[in-house]
């Protein structure tokens, strides 16, 4: 395995490096990309790394708040402002790999990949995050759930960058993420994460969305309909148990099958919800 590698500045720089290199990758953390290399299943004349370049490494507290791509995903565990504004994400941070892991591996790597286990996805689908990404021609904010197309792939272009993501600051509602994997140190066989704002015992707005259920991390809307505007009792519980089942769209792998998969995807919903309603997380 032989490939040129490049530690450009600024972002133009990266852009014209990339630009006269045809088949050129970025690389940021290179926890997944490194990997995919060395077992031949990515090729690259060259690697162009993004850890230079200053821009993509800041945090803006906002509102609204602006995480640059390029931020790891300790500095994103251990920062004090995150924990109060974005705690479901920093939650699913302590879940992302070892610390040698997490030190190296970015959040705009997990997103990037497009894998449907990434565990920062489902914390950012439920604020309803957007990112924008970056090319030579200017930049385009999308919204993250328009972002993953299929089992890694997104719509990034070729040589577009993904700059920040963006979150609207403060949020009402409080959040949880529940990942399950096979040991504590693993991919998730499945996550949810879930976001409830409600009055009394009724939900008045839902957000739900999963990781490893089906090809890319996605929102799941037919159980944010069963659970907005009902009251949160076994019943309406029941239901959405039912309606995340229904909507996963899981496969069998060498972790686990779909059948599991999906009971999971009920479990998960299930205890998330009891979670948030009995006062647990934020
Ligand atoms: C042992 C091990 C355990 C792991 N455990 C987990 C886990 O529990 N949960 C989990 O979600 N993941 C896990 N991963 C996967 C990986 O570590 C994460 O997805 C990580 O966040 C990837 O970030 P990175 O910066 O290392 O990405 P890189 O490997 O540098 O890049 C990944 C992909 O994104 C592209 N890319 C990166 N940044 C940008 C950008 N700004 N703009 C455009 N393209 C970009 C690259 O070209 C590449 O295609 C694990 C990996 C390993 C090796």
Known sequence: MSFEYLRPRTLSEAWDLASARPGARFIAGGTDVM??????????????????????????IGPPLLLGSGVSVSELQANPHLARQLPVLVEATRTLGSVQIRNAATIGGNLCNASPCADLAPPLLVHEARVHLASADGVRE???EDFFVGPRTSVLRPGEVLHAIVVDTPSTGRAIFLKKGRVQMDIALGSVAVLLETQGRTCVRARVAAGS??????????????????????????????????????????????????HLAGALLERAVRTLMNGGRR
């Open 213 to 262: 259920l089906a090809p890319m991390p996605v929102r799941l809307r037919d159980v944010e309909k069963v659970l907005e505007g009902a009251e949160l009792d076994d019943r309406t519980i029941a239901t959405a148990r039912q309606a995340i089942e229904r909507d996963v769209r899981p496969i069998s792998d060498v972790r686990a099958s779909a059948d599991y998969r999906r």
């Open 142 to 144: 999308l919204r993250l």
């Open 35 to 60: 990997v995919r290399l060395r077992e031949g299943k990515v090729r690259a004349p060259a690697l162009i790394s993004l850890r230079a370049i200053r821009e993509l490494a800041q945090i803006e």
